[in-house]
């Protein structure tokens, strides 16, 4: 099974300011298409994950611009160019290369 | 509207079984994927498989092999998720989701709560 490791764990933030969130997999998640197959979730309290960027990169429909997704091959960030109060929640991130699909462990976010 | 409306809680002894249901609408159900997801409580999110909804083919997680079972009525757009032989690890939020618009999961059912207590 593909292992993905997300770091930190936990990760207090102040509004207004960038944050940025770090996933690595235990194998490369690039496709013959060139596209990476890593997706981002944001978990807020009590709701259902909510997709953020789909792709390595692409922002799904509804996401503001200030979360941004880059990397490819084993390495992946997700950026939040200035932390609004509403982003708190548990950010995943998941490899769909190849089943089982596997989450990273999440990363909890909360406001200083 | 695109949608995934789950069954309600479910309180279960150890031994049991239960079924879970995810009905789908607003889109064409046979076309698109439908996968499980299961939240322990406190804990993280965790793939349990997924089936073909055109071939009804199930795809399993290891460690979901044998007392979990997906299935599907497709003439009311339902997916099934049957657990039996409960045990008390088996609470968790299990949750629908499909890959409609992305390559990934972007339209969630709202979960269900199973609790397995004598």
Same mark, same amino acid.
């Given at each position: ?22 996933? &690595?997999s235990s ?6 298409? $060139? ?6 979730? #944001? @978990?807020? /309290? ?24 880059s990397g ?6 997700? &950026? ?6 509403e982003d708190? $929640? ?6 769909? #290369? @190849?089943? /089982? ?12 | ?118």
């Amino acid at each position: 099974d593909i292992v993905m490791t997300q770091s930190p764990l936990s990760l207090p933030v102040t509004p207004g300011e960038p944050a940025a969130i770090s996933c &690595r997999s235990s194998q490369s998640l690039l496709r013959s298409t $060139g596209y990476n197959s890593l997706h981002w979730y #944001l @978990q807020k /309290p009590g709701q259902s994950p909510q997709l953020l960027i789909y792709l390595g990169s692409h922002r799904a429909s509804g996401v503001p611009d200030r979360f941004s997704g880059s990397g490819s091959g084993t390495d992946f960030t997700l &950026r939040i160019s200035r932390v609004e109060t509403e982003d708190v $929640g548990v950010y995943y991130c998941i490899q769909a #290369l @190849q089943t /089982p699909w596997t989450f990273g462990q999440g990363t909890k976010v909360e406001i200083k | 509207q695109v949608r995934l409306m789950q069954s309600g809680s479910e309180l279960k002894e150890p031994g049991a079984s239960v079924r879970v249901s995810c009905k789908a609408s607003g889109y064409s159900f046979t076309n698109y994927a439908i996968h499980w997801v299961r939240q322990a409580p406190g804990q993280g999110l965790e793939w349990v498989g997924w089936i073909n909804t055109n071939t009804g083919n199930p795809t399993y997680a290891q460690a979901f092999t044998g007392r979990f079972v997906f299935s599907l009525d497709t003439s009311v757009t339902t997916a099934y998720l049957q657990i039996s032989s409960l045990k008390a690890e088996d609470t968790a939020i299990y949750s629908c989701a499909t890959p409609l618009w992305t390559d990934a999961l972007d339209i969630w059912g709202q979960g269900t709560m199973v609790t397995v207590s004598s």
